[in-house]
């Protein structure tokens, strides 16, 4: 069953990847413009350069902040687990008390209350 999500998958980003291909490609995609920022002005290019560059540099962003919170996590975790292992040594150590009933009601001990029994 996995194998066929990811057959699907697949298939379902080859074909949308073939419909942009195929939509860019078009007569006004191909149109040539400049883009103007601030002073600079770039030479003349497709439109389809921009749709494309604007589409990488989103995905580098991306990428660049995904790992960046991979490896920002995986350090919070290390150090979780670091503070778990020392925790458990300290409890291991440490010998157990039996807790101690309350001495007022002696049925405390067997409700799990400390209120007196109902009459």
């Known amino acids: 069953m996995r194998m066929i999500k990811w057959f699907l998958f697949f298939g379902i980003a080859f074909a949308f990847s073939w419909v942009l291909i195929f939509t860019f490609m078009q007569e006004p995609f191909r ?3 400049t883009a103007k920022v601030l002073w600079y002005q770039s030479k003349p290019y497709p439109i389809y350069y921009f749709v494309l560059g604007s589409f990488t540099i989103g995905l580098l962003v991306g990428i660049v902040l995904l ?10 975790l290390h150090r979780a687990n670091k ?26 001990a067997i409700n799990g209350t400390d209120f007196p029994p109902a009459m």
Do not use: C, D, G, K
């Not at 790992?67 to 919070?76: D, E």
């Not at 503070?83 to 405390?108: C, D, G, H, K, M």
């Open 31 to 33: 149109a040539m413009v």
């Open 83 to 108: 503070r778990i292992r020392e925790l458990e040594e300290q409890t291991s150590l440490t010998p157990s008390v039996a807790p101690i009933a309350s001495e007022s009601t002696p049925s405390a």
């Open 67 to 76: 790992l960046y919170n991979f490896i920002f996590l995986n350090v919070q």
